[in-house]
T-cell receptor, first 116, second 109 residues
């Protein structure tokens, strides 16, 4: 495997379910990100981890719970979601959180989440 | 507040040239990125500008004017595979990426 991978690619869940999204990066990067992408809206940054420590939490509802057990893996635990949470959830990684020079982010293919 | 503006959708003809504009108002500036995103796929990095001027990379070029808070992405010799969304993003003073909503580019034969 190379780059950034995400599983599952598609997920349908009820509002009372608990599920988890998984992200893995094979690039040796130190920073990982969760984004939410809704149709015709800008990417919304949800969480940032740098060297396995959460450095940002952009006012995300507590029904979304991130976990970063090591620098290669990132999870997003979901519980009691709402239909408006249906979106594409993208994981990304970059070499460092605060760059000395430009610091492009590498994205995974995303998980298409539908909440019924 | 912070804001990135780009057109929602553009249409162009195969073989032609298209310019996608992006204007921004952010707290600080540490560079501007352009990403390409095909439908159902991950965004992929196209270019980065931090100094004023034009950066050319094959058929794609990106321009920046920091004083005007303005950038554009220029695509030459358009191919059908260039049909995608193009995302503009600015790195603010906290090194957080502020994203535009993206421009959907439709290429017609």
């Amino acid at each position: 495997e190379t780059g950034v991978t995400q599983t599952p690619r598609h997920l349908v869940m009820g509002m009372t379910n608990k599920k988890s999204l998984k992200c893995e990066q094979h690039l040796g990067h130190n920073a990982m990100y969760w984004y939410k992408q809704s149709a015709k809206k800008p990417l919304e940054l949800m969480f940032v981890y740098s060297l396995e420590e959460r450095v940002e939490n952009n006012s995300v509802p507590s029904r979304f719970s991130p976990e970063c057990p090591n620098s290669s893996h990132l999870f997003l635990h979901l519980h009691t979601l709402q239909p408006e949470d249906s979106a594409l959830y993208l994981c990304a990684s970059s070499q460092d959180r605060v760059p000395e020079s430009y610091n492009e982010q590498f994205f995974g293919p995303g998980t298409r989440l539908t909440v019924l | 507040g912070q804001n990135i503006d780009q057109p929602t959708e553009m249409t162009a003809t195969e073989g032609a040239i298209v310019q996608i504009n992006c204007t921004y108002q952010t707290s600080g500036f540490n560079g501007l990125f352009w990403y390409q995103q095909h439908a159902g796929e991950a965004p992929t990095f196209l270019s980065y500008n931090v100094l004023d001027g034009l950066e050319e990379k094959g058929r794609f070029s990106s321009f920046l004017s920091r004083s005007k808070g303005y950038s554009y992405l220029l695509l030459k010799e358009l191919q059908m595979k260039d049909s995608a969304s193009y995302l503009c993003a600015v790195l603010d003073s906290n090194y957080q990426l502020i994203w535009g909503a993206g421009t959907k580019l439709i290429i017609k034969p």
